[in-house]
Each structure stands twice: as C-alpha cells, then as structure tokens.
C-alpha cells in the first residue's frame, strides 16, 4: 500500500524559505508524475507545481520563480523549495503522487505552512 508524508512545514517570516519534503513509501511502478498543492483556508485546493519523469515542471503564477519542485529521487522522496515566501503562502501543502499525469494519485496528510511575521 502506498503511504505518502510531507513534512517540513511551519512558521516563517516574510521573505524567509522553506523546504517541504515528501516521502512515498510501498511503491511499486514508476513515478511519472509527482505534484504539490496547497489549500488555504476557506479556499479550494490549488496545484503549485508538477513534475513528471521527463523532468519537465511547471508552476502556479503565483509561486513562478520562488519555488523549485524537485523529482523524485531514488528514495521516493521529493521537494519543494519555497523561497521569498509571502503571507498569501500560507496554507496546507500537499504532495500526490501517481503512475501516469492522469491518474489520481495518492496523497498525504498535508504540512502546515505559515508565513507571518
């Protein structure tokens, strides 16, 4: 059964960094498509960034240029690099995880970021 864990979430300041990680474990195909979401309170779910295996990634206007999502390594783990964060940042992160881009993927429990000063 896949299990999936992001971690590296908290509390920072404006202009501060963060880096979440996501650990997926009991995988057994390869990974084509790993992605990150996040959802703030009161608002829907939004994609923040993906990546498939052809290491092409794209990003949300709105983290264009801060953020750094990284394959999946060996370990089943992946990133996400949050530089120059802004209050409007703050929200759950989630990472999915999946065989194909279509599929829906499985997904962890979320990490917790906090942008305030």
């Known amino acids: 059964q896949v299990q999936v864990v992001e971690s590296g979430g908290g509390l920072v300041q404006p202009g501060g960094s963060l880096r979440l990680s996501c650990a997926a474990s009991?995988?057994?195909?390869?990974?084509?498509?790993a992605r990150w979401y996040r959802q703030a309170p009161g608002k829907q779910r939004e994609l923040v960034a993906f990546?498939?295996?052809?290491?092409?990634?794209n990003y949300a206007d709105s983290v264009q240029g801060r953020f750094t999502i990284s394959r999946p390594n060996a370990d089943n783990t992946m990133y996400l690099q949050m530089n120059n964060l802004k209050p409007e940042d703050t929200a759950v992160y989630y990472c999915?995880?999946?065989?194909?881009?279509?599929?829906?993927?499985?997904w962890g429990q979320g990490t917790q970021v906090t942008v305030s000063s």
């Open positions: 999915n995880i999946a065989r194909y881009p279509w599929d829906d993927g499985n």
């Open positions: 009991g995988i057994t195909f390869t990974i084509r498509s």
């Open positions: 990546i498939t295996a052809d290491d092409i990634s």
